[in-house]
């Protein structure tokens, strides 16, 4: 059965890091777009980033423009998300999501990890 498991959320104060991780398994991750998506309390989920099959392209909300990046592992089956100078409005469930390409468009995605919670403390 395929799933992705984020991992690495937590509290953290204003304009600390955190470096989430999503891993795979029972899906091959190499071929496919690895997105970034998260929501917060009362809003809608947005995407944050995603990433290439093969990493050569990624794009970035301008939210996180220059404090997010995003990556991938294709050898452990994992990308990342490292996210810098984080702020209060940072905070959400991030989630990671794959499927066939990369789209802003949460429905575009195959499957989704269940999610990791994010707070930035001010």
């Known amino acids: 059965q395929a799933q992705l498991v984020e991992s690495g959320g937590g509290l953290v104060q204003y304009g600390g890091s955190l470096r989430l991780s999503c891993a795979a398994s029972g899906l091959t991750l190499q071929y496919f777009a690895v997105g970034w998506f998260r929501q917060a309390p009362g809003k809608e989920r947005e995407v944050v980033s995603c990433?290439?099959?093969?990493?050569?392209?990624?794009n970035y909300a301008g939210s996180v423009k220059g404090r997010f990046t995003v990556s991938r592992d294709n050898a452990k089956n994992t990308a990342y998300l490292q996210m810098n100078s984080l702020k209060p409005e940072d905070t959400a469930v991030y989630y990671c999501?794959?499927?066939?390409?990369?789209?802003?468009?949460?429905?575009?995605?195959?499957?989704w990890g269940q999610g990791t919670p994010v707070t930035v403390s001010s």
């Open positions: 999501a794959a499927g066939v390409a990369c789209s802003s468009w949460y429905g575009s995605y195959d499957w």
């Open positions: 990433i290439s099959t093969s990493g050569g392209s990624t």
